[in-house]
């Protein structure tokens, strides 16, 4: 079970240029409101749990792995009923960080100048379309721990290729969140140093 991981963007590579962007609002600045900044620090924390759980769930496969080999199906079903509860978390992380999103996109508007108004514009777009993506991609998660579930409980004799559809499913939708995490960095990137070169 090989599934690929993730690269959403780190609580530091986020944090950081927004609390040098609030330190520019504190001194005077006005362009980027603060509903707009809290709303990005505390997506970025969401985002950073969101990373450690998808980590942990790769490992976990890998250990169900190695049960399935070892053939000690009590220990691999129980893993399997802890990720298929964490998974449920990781759908209700995917909501909060969308409304953190939310936030963001409702102070857009009040963003100046405009280059910065519609790079922000382009980043919450990117992050709004991941948000869709990951749950997703948590839903084909969710369907493999069931069928793992079934093929340990003895319901399912030849799951094999189920299992390597989904696998295949839960790929391509890791390369569409990459992808749309990178447009997501680099629209933020440009917005900050507008304000940087300020």
């Known amino acids: 079970m090989k599934l690929k991981t993730w690269h959403l963007a780190s609580g530091a590579a986020i944090i950081l240029p927004a609390l040098i962007i609030a330190g520019y609002l504190f001194l005077g600045g006005d362009n980027i409101p603060e509903e707009f900044s809290e709303a990005r620090i505390k997506g970025s924390v969401i985002a950073e749990e969101i990373i450690a759980q998808q980590e942990n769930t790769l490992q976990v496969l890998a250990e169900i792995e190695r049960y399935d080999k070892a053939r000690n199906t009590p220990q691999a079903l129980i893993l399997i009923s802890n990720e298929i509860i964490r998974n449920r978390e990781a759908n209700e ?3 909060r960080l969308s409304s953190q999103l939310q936030r963001m996109a409702s102070s857009l508007n009040s963003i100046k100048p405009a280059v ?10 990117a992050e709004v379309t991941l948000v869709s993506r990951l749950l997703t991609y948590n839903n084909y998660l969710a369907q493999l721990f069931e069928v793992l579930r079934d093929k340990f409980e003895g319901k399912i ?3 094999s290729t189920k299992i390597r559809d989904l696998i295949n499913s839960i790929n391509d939708e890791v390369k569409a969140i990459n992808d749309l995490n990178k447009d997501f960095n680099i629209a933020l990137n440009n917005f900050d140093a507008v304000f940087l070169k300020e």
Request: glycine share 0%.
């Open 157 to 159: 004799i030849y799951a």
């Open 116 to 125: 910065a108004r519609d790079l922000a514009t382009q980043a919450v777009t």
């Open 93 to 95: 992380k995917a909501i």
